[in-house]
């Protein structure tokens, strides 16, 4: 649906974009992250025609967008960060005109409006005036003009930005339901909601891609090579430390800093050698435990979360370009 090859942006001396290529296939909802000035925000713009490329090309639906720009906006729907609305316009009225420039059918502009109206939960607010409405549910006639043209391709940058938590849910519900019939290039900050609703992840730092994968791709290749570890016992701590660290593979068993004590009980971090696997290294805590008496409360590896590896590609960023 969406194929982006070896995009370059430079404004004047500043290189913003350096050889962007990425693909969407048709039903994906794909998340697009990065740091702020990485080039996100460029290369939505870039994709949506706003903006021309420095060099690279950008295909939708299979159609070269600057040969044939008209063709390809009318099959996407662009939700821009900041929404750019018309705050005299009722909001139905709003819609109705941005359905007929979008060049839906006159005969199916009121239908189309309903339908957008209804999914965005705006029904309430048909007959008001735009610039009355609370940011959240400006957000969401933005999100309605988005659909309203029934794009294959959405394009929604921040698309909960100003909406309270109840709300948030319902578009990340309604996202996940779009995606069934839409292709989705959702760019946001939060994380948790990547996670929630993405099929993909695509990683952007420094104007080049920097991770491409499915959210569970990208745990296992990032996975952390540690074990938590929980006994109980009467012996002292560097007893229990000089133990598990004299295991096959363990590189270092260390109780973490500022760790409120609970008598008797002691929590250590245990790194181990990647080569070997998580399920061994725990075996030979366990029977290291069993035999010297030390009761086991917690034997778990550690998580690694979508925000730490996000850090990791990220971090040390240059802010460059929106």
């Given amino acids: 649906m969406l194929t982006v090859r070896d995009l370059h942006k430079r404004y004047g001396d500043l290189q913003a974009l350096n050889g962007v290529s990425f693909d ?24 949506t025609g706003y903006i021309p490329a420095t060099s690279g090309s950008v295909t939708i639906d299979g159609l070269d967008t600057t040969r044939y ?22 909001v139905r009225e709003y819609l109705t005109f941005r359905a007929r420039l979008k060049g839906v059918a006159r005969r199916d502009v009121a239908s189309r409006v309903d339908y957008v109206m209804e999914r965005t939960w705006l029904g309430d607010r048909a007959r008001q005036l735009i610039r009355t409405l609370s940011k959240g549910y400006r957000q969401r006639v933005g ?31 309604l996202i ?5 019939s839409h292709t989705i290039l959702l760019s946001t900050h939060i994380l948790a909601e990547v996670e929630m ?11 080049k891609i920097a991770a491409d994968d499915t959210v569970e791709g990208l745990v296992e290749k990032h996975r952390s090579n540690a074990l938590w570890v929980s006994l109980r016992t009467p012996d002292e701590l560097d ?29 250590l971090r245990l790194t181990y050698d990647r080569a070997r696997a998580a399920d061994e290294v725990a075996e030979q805590v366990a029977r290291v435990a069993s035999e010297m008496g030390w009761p086991l409360q917690e034997l778990a590896p550690e998580r690694t979360t979508l925000e730490q590896i996000f850090h990791r590609l990220t971090q040390g960023q240059q802010e460059v370009a929106a």
């Fill in 24 to 47: 969407v296939r048709a039903g994906d909802v794909v998340g697009f992250l990065g740091p702020n000035g990485a080039g996100k925000s460029t290369t939505m713009k870039i994709v």
């Fill in 69 to 90: 720009p008209i063709e390809c906006k009318r099959r996407l729907g662009y939700l821009p960060e900041s929404t750019p609305l018309y705050g005299d316009m009722r």
């Fill in 143 to 173: 999100i309605a003009d988005a659909l309203v043209s029934s794009p294959k391709l959405l394009i929604l940058d921040e698309p909960t930005i100003g909406l309270d938590p109840n709300q948030i849910r319902q578009v990340r519900e």
């Fill in 176 to 180: 996940k339901e779009l995606g069934q």
């Fill in 197 to 207: 609703v993405c099929d993909r992840v695509i990683i952007v730092a420094r104007g």
């Fill in 239 to 267: 007893k229990l430390e000089k133990a598990l660290r004299a295991l096959p593979g363990v590189l270092s068993a260390d109780a973490p800093p500022r760790q409120e004590p609970r008598e008797g009980v002691h929590r």
